[in-house]
């Protein structure tokens, strides 16, 4: 499948002249600083060089605010073959049950590696605690501080890169675009506000650029979740696959005019209930697991008894919790509720689905190699075969370890088997074209965009609202993707307008419900459609194809 060619993007965003820009050379670059793109920057030894490029500070991802912990089978009650058997269930048969097993089989040794480097997961009577989330059949969810795991762990993993002499990190410095030269990648075009525009070459690129989750108004991503690695990978030539697949999370924190906040699935897991505004406990009217149901169906759910009560929320109740036991275990979100005068041991608090994880993304194979020769991925801006059609809790901080650490592994590799390599600078450049931001604001359309597709491509969806949504981003894009703009604020709606689109158009040719993925018009999974949707970009015509010489 390829994009509409009425909205095909520009090879590169900007125009740029490699005789009027600095250079800089390093042997890997890793764009992105969670969890996956530290991994793989620690993976890579002496006397290779690692430049870290992250858009913000360093501490600033998914990773960070991820609450719930890591999944691992440590429990000698517990089983690999019942990770993978939960993995896969929750997937809806479009996981890969060989990447399945192999990341569940790395797990344990992944996390060890954590302990070693520092983290500090919580314990009990000298054992690492174990928590259970929805969709698991044991309790295998590591978890530090209680519920601030991801703080923790990344943490401990920075401080291990900043101990590292061959790694060097550019905080609050965006990636525009990757460079290509005949057919593989070798570097990126990278703007900071004080270096300006720079061209960085490298002889291996992982991109591990997070998620998408700002496309939507209702989100619990930070604001760098603008899906920027996802349109760079598409540009360059990369495939995509399954962008329909955006999670909900069932429980966001609903105040009016506030942030949203994630609240664990841990709650549950704990034994919290949901009920909706009449106090009616409803989820076990919808699952036979109740609240521990797989994330699809509780938000699917909870959007059903949203509608029904016509009410904007339904309400965590921990009431009959041990009020002790539950701020020790979740300090973090104790906090965050009081500033609302929310006690969470005592008062329903109201919470409704957001975007979480995005679930499609760059096609990568077992070692993280993308189809675009020098590119590897890693973390949630792949599509790896782990989650398939639904990512089971606690599996994404996994996913961004198991395969940072292999992508580094299969790059050193690639660089010993090649041995020592001059880096030159390809002959390429691309032209200047349309205007500067011309009388676009800039805000406002990325606001009526995020409005759109929490409307249109939703937690339910059809087809006369995909047809909308389609319209307007294809209207948006027709004057808006020509400019060039000369500052993030305009590359990074580029970016989110494409990448809605091309969730649009996935989310259009599946005709089914399956996993995160409900149509109201096609309400039951499709056999024929148990299959990927990959999206690539078109053939470049050639007086769209990027001028070559210095």
């Known amino acids: 499948m390829t994009f509409h060619p009425s909205i095909r993007p520009r090879r590169y965003l900007v125009g740029f002249d490699p005789r009027e820009l600095p250079h800089h050379f390093t042997d890997v670059l890793v764009i992105g600083g969670g969890i996956a793109g530290l991994r793989a920057a620690l993976g890579v030894p002496e006397p290779y060089r690692v430049l870290v490029v992250t858009k913000n500070e360093v501490r600033e991802s998914n990773s960070q605010y991820a609450q719930g912990g890591i999944a691992g089978v440590l429990d000698p009650e517990d089983r690999f073959d019942h990770h993978i ?106 703007w900071d506000h004080r270096r300006g525009p720079a061209l960085v070459w490298a002889r291996a690129v992982l991109l591990a650029t997070g998620g998408a989750g700002q496309l939507f108004r209702e989100t619990t991503n930070p604001s760098i979740a603008t899906a920027d690695g996802h349109a760079m990978a598409y540009r360059a030539g990369a495939e995509l696959r399954d962008m329909e697949f955006m999670q909900f999370h069932p429980t966001v924190l609903y105040i009016a005019g506030s942030t949203r906040h994630l609240l664990t699935e841990a709650l549950r897991g704990e034994g919290a209930y949901l009920r909706d505004v009449h106090g009616e406990r409803f989820m076990p009217g919808y699952h036979p697991l109740a609240e521990l149901a797989p ?4 938000s699917l759910a909870i959007a059903a008894q949203m509608a029904k009560t016509q009410h904007p929320s339904v309400y965590l109740d921990l009431s009959h919790l041990d009020s002790d036991l539950i701020r020790q275990r979740f300090p973090g979100i104790d906090r965050l509720c009081r500033t609302f005068a929310l006690d969470i041991t005592r008062d329903p608090i109201p ?80 032209p200047r074209r349309g205007e500067a931001r011309a009388r676009i604001d800039v805000a406002d359309v990325r606001e009526s965009l995020r409005s759109l597709l929490w409307r249109r491509l939703g937690i339910t ?76 970009v078109e053939p470049a015509r050639p007086e769209a194809a990027t001028t070559q010489g210095r």
């Open 461 to 536: 969806r059809d087809a006369d609202g995909l047809d909308e949504a389609a319209d307007r981003v294809d209207r948006w894009s027709r004057y808006i993707l020509p400019l060039e703009f000369e500052d993030p604020d305009g590359w990074t709606l580029q970016n989110m307008l494409l990448v809605a689109r091309l969730m649009i158009a996935a989310a259009t040719e599946r005709r089914e419900s399956r996993g995160v993925h409900y149509r109201r018009d096609f309400p039951q999974p499709d056999p024929a459609l148990n299959r990927h949707i990959p999206l690539s």
């Open 295 to 298: 994330r699809d169906d509780v």
């Open 351 to 430: 919470v409704c689905p957001g975007a979480h994880y995005m679930v499609g993304g760059v096609s990568v194979d077992p070692w993280g190699r993308t189809t675009l020769p020098g590119l590897w991925g890693a973390g949630e801006v792949t599509s790896s075969g782990l989650h398939g059609a639904n990512r089971l809790a606690s599996n994404s901080l996994l996913e961004g370890l198991v395969y940072g650490a292999r992508a580094a592994e299969d790059i050193v590799a690639m660089l010993d088997r090649e041995g020592p390599q001059p880096l030159e600078v390809p002959p390429v450049s691309a």
């Open 85 to 190: 058997a939960d993995t896969l269930a929750a997937g809806k048969g479009l996981c890969d049950p060989e990447v399945v097993a192999m990341v569940v089989r790395e797990a344990p040794g992944r996390i060890s590696e954590l302990v070693e480097w520092g983290t500090h997961f919580d314990q009990v009577d000298g054992h690492v605690a174990l928590g259970r989330e929805g969709g698991h059949s044991h309790a295998r969810i590591v978890h530090a501080l209680g519920d601030e795991t991801g703080r923790e762990m990344m943490r401990a993993v920075i401080h291990r890169v900043r101990e590292r002499p061959n790694v060097r990190v550019w905080a609050n410095s965006f990636s525009i675009d990757l460079l290509t030269h005949d057919g593989r990648c070798r570097g990126v075009l990278v």
